[in-house]
């Protein structure tokens, strides 16, 4: 059974005399197709299927990304990005204290005078020796500009 015969029989409301409803590969390849051709296949799924032409398949495919790109972008044009150096620091497990002084340009004794703490408590907290308040991380936290849950 051809296409046109199949498309004709659908839309008079016949039933084709095939218990199948699957097209030939070589029926579709034949004609270029711009719109996607909808066919009946029975399988697990149960629903119906498109075809596509390649082409038509990989614009939008690409539509998409470039969609999902633009919404990713609009969630979080507000929020900071940090450089992929930072990103590797914490990933390795460097004290993320020190990698977000360092990359705010703080000395310790900076970071200390604008929490009202020490030098040597804030390098200690840094090394891990300490363990720090909640006080003094949410101090610390609001000074590096960063959330008190990007320092534990």
């Not at 498109?50 to 507000?78: C, G, I, K, P, S």
């Not at 990933?91 to 310790?108: K, N």
């Amino acid at each position: 059974m051809t296409m046109t015969s199949r498309r004709s029989n659908r839309l008079s409301g016949q039933r084709s005399s095939t218990s199948s409803d699957i097209v030939r590969l070589s029926d579709v390849s034949q004609r270029r197709l711009r719109a996607p051709l909808r066919v009946r296949l029975k399988g697990p799924a149960g629903g119906a299927a498109v075809v596509l032409a390649a082409e038509t398949y990989d614009r939008m495919v690409d539509r998409l990304e470039v969609l999902e790109a633009r919404l990713a972008y609009a969630r979080t044009r507000n929020e900071e990005s940090f450089p992929a150096e930072v990103a590797r620091r914490l990933v390795q497990g460097e004290s993320p204290i020190r990698v977000f002084r360092a990359h705010r340009g703080l000395t310790q004794q900076a970071l200390a005078a604008a929490v009202g703490k020490s030098k040597g408590y804030v390098s200690e907290i840094e090394a891990g020796k300490k363990r720090g308040s909640t006080t003094v991380l949410k101090a610390i936290a609001e000074t590096l500009g960063v959330a008190i849950d990007d320092l534990v």
